[in-house]
């Protein structure tokens, strides 16, 4: 009988520990589920403001964003080097960033070929920053193949802040290394080339903007596809 009266006292204490584990699991969940919706899901602060301090979405800025493609990139691709400063454009429009029509850009730089500067063309729109996209390759295949798509490509990606006469200084660099998809190649049977450089494009432009605006950290998981 002793041995029954002692062992019935000691079962609600070895409960009672885990109940009070599963209220906390529970209270942080909630809380995290809370906190979810009134800030929202986690971002991630862009490089170019965590480096410099400043912000490209600031009020009364506007940026002009040049891409540079030497000869050997522009003999396979002849116009990648706008049509990559355009896509650029877009990504920085897109989420709020005031940029000068890269049209009106392409207009310039046809018009003054002798150009040699990025803050030259800062000068000429009166931008308060410069994005210069340097890619020294691009390609859309898998190495080896004509059968197989798989974008890549190597630039250096740097920003250049005006002053009032004229002149600019850089003050942010990063490489950009791209591999678009990661995980394996698409067959030419399955995409059109036109449609498949449409979608590099846009990845690679997000890739590039991602140094000047923020983000979901949510997105990171979409990279590998």
Known sequence: MSRRILSLPTRPLLILPLVVVSLLL??????????????GPPTVEPEFDKQTKESMTDKDVTVAVVCF???EVKYA???IDHELAKFVSFRLRENKISIISPD???????ENKDWDKPEEIGAAFNATYVIYVDLNEFSLFEEGTATLYRGRSEAVVSAWKMD??????????MEKV????????VSTSEETYNNFK????????DEIGRFFYEYYLADEIGTAN
């Not at 449409?198 to 432009?205: F, K, N, P, Q, T």
Request: with cysteine; hydrophobic share 40%.
């Open 26 to 39: 529970s209270g942080c969940r909630v809380g995290m589920l809370l906190g979810l919706l009134i800030a």
């Open 69 to 71: 493609a030497p000869t």
């Open 77 to 79: 691709f002849e116009n």
């Open 104 to 110: 009106h850009i392409r207009a310039w730089l046809e």
């Open 164 to 173: 009032k006469d004229g002149s600019g200084e850089k003050i942010f660099s």
């Open 178 to 185: 791209s591999k678009f998809p990661q995980q394996q190649p």
């Open 198 to 205: 449409a979608r590099y494009l846009a990845r690679l432009s």
